[in-house]
């Protein structure tokens, strides 16, 4: 069965559409509180609790007053964590031993955008199967609990102090950023009173970007999604590096001294390559938009790779399944199973940070052996309805294309999580003949949508 609610990353949509609204997500609130709670036996005595947090978006105030009632109706307490990054409620979640957690925000989307996302007591996201399962309990009438049985709710207000210890305790104790200057770009985002910090802390000069959220902010030409920001901030400053979190805080990417961006792909094979040489042999789990190239840097390093699904949660699973520690995306989110149970921002700079000082080198040098193949990625609007899938011609632009590339690239067509989009990913050597494959594939899917 498939998901109606719920897409790539929790449910997510414009604020007042069908599902961003105050009433549906009160309702999941209490769909996911009789969900969650209902699969877990507590002591005698001991009540169910669910923590939510949340981004700076303005919608937030709204939504959680929605999740706090559903939840409350449901018989679940409720922990209010306030603006913190999507990782932070992963741990505190596990730390608190909580039954779940949830997230409200729509990551590096912009603010009139929102969405909610879940946490198991293990700070990991949900399987598809749970969703479903809460899918179907929101679409049932509530039945209030009755009044003795209510939630209450109550504010932590030391979690963001709790999460920036957890933040700097991943990084090693015998190393501090001392001498280094370092531009961090929160994206006025969820890190913005967190990131700052962590840095400082381990002795860093921080020069902070991107901490001034309005509620209307979020990720506007700052951010993991905009580097041009961090990359001239760096260059002005004759910064060390810059490091960009996006609005949630769960993915990073850094640019060096001289202005080069350095994506998820890049950061992963930094962490991969200095772990293979403390002789770890664990392989490396990427995605279907991990780049050619960071796959046969991987193997001559003499490690396995392994492709999943787009999205963090699909890297997560086959990671499990493989029994690896590292794996992440190209879109910054990386996940150190060693380290935390969820893709962190902030966390995985710091692994990164600690490679170079372990190498004693810089990013540049760090990657000097990992050669990225042209990579060209279109998103393609479609109609409504329309069966991309079983259209022939899509399928022979397709298959004409991947003759042409053999061996030496691959095509791939996936669409969005979250819009009505279908996204024309080819890979090769040759990067006009990247851009020309491409662009013929998107051109016949756009007439046959038509």
Not at 40 to 53: M, S, T
Not at 78 to 87: D, E, N
Not at 102 to 112: C, G, T
Not at 192 to 198: A, E, K, L
Request: aromatic share 6%.
């Amino acid at each position: 069965m498939g998901r109606k609610y719920f897409g790539t990353d929790g449910v997510r949509g414009r604020v007042g559409d069908s599902t961003i609204t105050p009433e549906f997500v009160m309702r999941l609130g209490y769909a996911a509180g009789v969900t969650l709670v209902g699969r877990e036996q507590l002591p005698p005595g001991e009540r169910p609790a669910i923590l939510i947090g949340k981004d700076t978006r303005i919608s937030g105030y709204m939504l959680e007053a929605a999740l706090e009632a559903g939840f409350a109706a449901a018989g679940v307490d409720v922990m209010l964590a306030g603006p913190v990054p999507t990782p932070a409620v992963a741990y505190l979640t596990r730390a608190l031993r909580l039954q779940a957690g949830v997230v409200i925000s729509a990551s590096h989307n912009p603010y009139d955008d929102n969405g909610i996302k879940f946490f198991s007591a293990n700070g990991t996201k949900l399987p598809d199967a749970l969703e479903e399962e809460i899918e179907l309990r929101v679409d049932q009438p509530m039945v209030c609990a009755e009044a003795s049985r209510l939630g209450k709710a109550r504010r932590i207000v030391d979690a963001a102090g709790r999460y920036v210890e957890f933040c700097k305790s991943s990084f090693p104790n015998e190393f501090d950023l001392r001498g280094y200057r370092i531009v961090l770009d929160c994206a006025h985002g969820a890190a913005y009173h967190i990131g700052p910090s962590v840095f400082h802390e381990l002795g860093a000069e921080v020069i902070p970007l991107g901490v001034e959220p309005n509620g209307l902010n979020i990720n506007d030409q700052v951010g993991a999604t905009h580097p041009q920001t961090l990359r001239s901030a760096v260059l002005a400053n004759k910064a060390d590096f810059g490091i960009a979190l996006d609005g949630d805080g769960d993915r990073v990417v850094m640019v060096d001294g001289d202005g080069e961006l350095y994506d998820g792909d890049k950061l992963l094979y930094v962490i991969a390559a200095s772990r293979q040489a403390e002789g770890r042999r664990e392989g490396v789990v990427g995605t279907l938009m991990s780049n050619l190239g960071l796959e046969r840097a991987i193997g001559r390093l003499g490690l396995a790779f392994a492709r999943a699904k787009v999205g963090d949660r699909y890297v997560l699973e086959t990671m499990h399944e493989r029994g690896w520690k590292l794996g992440g995306e190209n879109s910054g989110h990386i996940i150190c199973l060693d380290r935390h149970t969820t893709g962190d921002g902030i966390v995985s700079a710091l692994q990164v940070i600690a490679a170079l000082i372990k190498g004693r080198c810089t990013l540049a040098t760090a990657c000097a052996d990992l050669v990225f193949y042209p990579q060209k990625l279109i998103n393609v609007p479609l109609a409504a309805g329309f069966d991309w899938r079983s259209d022939k011609r899509i399928e022979q632009a397709r298959s004409d294309a991947e003759l042409e590339l053999g061996e030496q690239g691959r095509v791939l067509l996936r669409p969005s999580g979250t819009e009505p989009l279908l996204r024309v990913m080819v890979e090769g050597k040759d990067g006009a003949q990247v851009e020309r494959l491409a662009g013929h594939i998107a051109d016949c899917i756009r007439h046959a949508s038509a």
